[in-house]
């Protein structure tokens, strides 16, 4: 935890909305906010408790919520979103999470009222709230992509970073612009309760490439490629049976069912915390020469294969 950087990188409560739809904005977001205040009470305490008595770093505890465009359908103008957005705003900070993820639009094949409101009250909405984040899914690899919704989002993400200038732009660091989005996905911006979900689940993000790293290093570089790939197995393993132990304990005492956990190898600011590093061990002279793509995959293949055996 303290030399490689090993931590449990969120805690994330999905939520549906599904059943806070109304035609009254207020009233809808009256329903918003009383859910999830009354279902994430506990979370962030509940993450503090497990981080102090398993010594085990916790860094951010979330939210994420059913994709707010379903219940934008119900919507008039982008003001009544940017309603929607504050809502989920004084919900995160009512809750005490640091981000509610869930400000979503899926557009991959086209768009309904809904989305076409939510996408274009989106500068405005990350303007005026500070813990709200937002997604656009426009493509996917079996439907293509919707290449007005790209166009669009070029747009969107300029207007973004424009209104919040006086912040350096930070609007734009809460927006995602996806292909091939998941519906189980803990870790922001990017976040929300997918439809296939149930009414509230625990998911879990962790991150390890320093431990990775650390691992590697005691092969050395002269290790051959199945030694690399089974110390990157084992070490995914390993980091996976973390996430899921304070995943399940997290479970427990919120009576909320168990999702997912998701092993995520994204750099943080501390030195050597770093995909490239890794990769740099594995025997690359520099991040981006040659072989680069290979030992990727050969990252990415032996990670994927360590963390589900952990938890099948």
Not at 30 to 53: C, F, M, P, Q
Not at 116 to 132: G, H
Request: aromatic share 4%.
């Amino acid at each position: 935890f303290e030399e490689e950087h090993l931590d449990v990188r969120t805690i994330t409560m999905g939520i549906s909305l599904k059943d806070c739809s109304d035609p009254d904005i207020d009233k809808m977001c009256d329903k918003i906010y009383n859910k999830i205040t009354t279902l994430a009470k506990n979370l962030v305490k509940t993450g503090e408790d497990i981080e102090k008595e398993y010594g085990i770093p916790i860094i951010n505890k979330r939210i994420s919520v059913t994709p707010v465009s379903y219940l934008a359908e119900q919507a008039e103008t982008v003001d009544d979103c940017v309603k929607l957005a504050r809502t989920l705003d004084k919900a995160a900070k009512t809750t005490g999470v640091n981000f509610i993820g869930g400000f979503s639009a899926l557009v991959h094949k086209h768009y309904t009222k809904g989305d076409r409101l939510l996408i274009e009250s989106i500068p405005e909405a990350l303007s005026v709230t500070e813990r709200v984040c937002s997604s656009v899914n426009v493509a996917t690899t079996r439907a293509g992509i919707n290449m007005d919704a790209v166009k669009q989002m070029g747009k969107i993400i300029k207007e973004t970073a424009s209104k919040t200038a006086d912040k350096g732009g930070f609007g734009c660091a809460k927006l995602v612009v996806f292909a091939n989005a998941v519906e189980d996905n803990p870790f922001m911006a990017g976040a929300f309760h997918g439809s296939g979900e149930g009414e509230c689940v625990i998911n879990v993000g962790v991150s390890g490439p320093g431990v990775v790293k650390c691992a590697l290093e005691k092969i050395g570089k002269d290790a051959d490629f199945e030694a690399v790939a089974e110390t990157v197995k084992k070490t995914a393993f390993k980091i996976t049976r973390m996430g899921q132990l304070v995943a399940k304990e997290a479970s427990r005492r919120l009576n909320v069912p168990y999702g997912i956990v998701d092993l995520s190898l994204a750099p943080t600011p501390a030195i050597g915390d770093s995909v490239a590093h890794i990769l740099e061990e594995m025997g690359l002279e520099k991040c981006g020469t040659h072989g680069t793509t290979a030992a990727l995959a050969l990252l990415n293949d032996a990670v994927k294969k360590g963390g589900v055996f952990a938890s099948s």
